[in-house]
């Protein structure tokens, strides 16, 4: 599926609360759920404001998540998971705005970005709705899914296109952060299997 945003991407960062600046002034899952990789692999071209603005969407998104499983979650585990992902990608946006900040540009909203933070929105949707039974399994799931697609968005379609070393910096502790959350994502429903 590939879809067209032009002057929409502009309106969902406002409606999402995304900080967007003018470049003048220098700002993922299978199924039905993912990301679509036709548009996050249709944009080729990004440039550092871009892709703060995407690790700044995706980790907003991931906070938003997080608060609909500390509410809803049963199980100590998968809250505790969800906290350290709250911590981890609010860690990430407030550095990303240090580094726009430090090199200043602005956090620019994209393609990419736009549908990040649509999927996002999806997703939140659908874990308020999730049958509280198995709420668990399908916030975890859904991590599982959400983490796998933000690596390969960083390896193959961020950290090739940065340029300042600080925004590859930023990058790459976002990629152990979210590696180390897929882990323990991972740790974490298989635990739940098994009960």
């Known amino acids: 599926m590939k879809v067209h945003f032009g002057k929409v991407c502009g309106a969902v960062a406002v409606l999402s609360g995304l900080t967007v600046l003018p470049v003048s002034a220098a700002r993922a899952t299978g199924g039905s759920d993912r990301a679509s990789d036709a548009v996050r692999e249709g944009q080729t071209e990004f440039n550092d404001s871009q892709i703060l603005g995407v690790t700044d969407a995706d980790s907003g998104g991931q906070v938003e998540q997080a608060n609909v499983a500390l509410t809803r979650a049963k199980a100590e585990p998968v809250k505790t998971l969800a906290q350290k992902i709250s911590k981890d990608h609010s860690d990430t946006r407030q550095k ?6 430090q090199l200043g540009i602005s956090v620019t909203p994209s ?49 090739p296109k940065a340029s300042a070393p600080q925004v590859k910096a930023l990058l790459t502790r976002m990629r152990d952060s979210v590696q180390q959350n897929l882990s323990m994502a991972h740790s974490t429903l298989d635990n739940l299997k098994k009960k």
């Open 96 to 101: 990303g705005m240090e580094v726009a900040k």
């Open 111 to 159: 393609e990419t970005s736009a549908e990040v933070q649509k999927n996002s929105a999806e997703k939140v949707m659908k874990l308020e709705k999730a049958d509280a039974a198995d709420f668990d399994r399908t916030y975890l799931k859904s991590q599982i899914d959400e983490h796998e697609d933000t690596l390969k968005l960083i390896n193959k379609q961020l950290l």
